[in-house]
């Protein structure tokens, strides 16, 4: 069981940067792989960053690559996301999520409620 709870979303200028951070409860995490997804209004969830349980493996999607970093602290059950360079394109409703090591969400079994990002031009 994992229950994850994102925070760190906030509106920021184009340029600027943000880090987001996801705790998860519970005595598993450190068993998943942990990923952020993101939503932008009507659009489909897009994969933006994974990261394997060792927190050694990583992936990123190709709108964020060299941008953003993700990493994991499973001493205190927390990933975060680290985001630099931020573009209008990256606003959108930013997902925690647990499960295996992929960039298709099908393979992530527990999400957090989501925390937005909004980049203004």
């Known amino acids: 069981q994992a229950q994850l709870g994102e925070s760190g979303g906030a509106l920021v200028q184009a340029g600027g940067s943000l880090r987001l951070s996801c705790a998860a409860s519970?005595?598993?995490?450190?068993?998943?792989?942990m990923a952020w997804f993101r939503q932008a209004p009507g659009k489909e969830r897009e994969f933006a960053a994974a990261?394997?349980?060792?927190?050694?493996?990583?992936i990123y999607g190709e709108s964020v690559k060299g941008r953003f970093t993700i990493s994991r602290d499973n001493t205190r059950n927390t990933v975060y996301l680290q985001m630099n360079s931020l573009e209008p394109e990256d606003t959108a409703v930013y997902y925690c999520s647990a499960g295996g090591l992929s960039v298709n969400w099908r393979s992530y079994v527990y999400w957090g409620q989501g925390t937005q990002v909004t980049v203004s031009s």
């Open positions: 990261i394997s349980q060792s927190g050694i493996s990583t």
């Open positions: 519970g005595r598993t995490f450190s068993s998943y792989a």
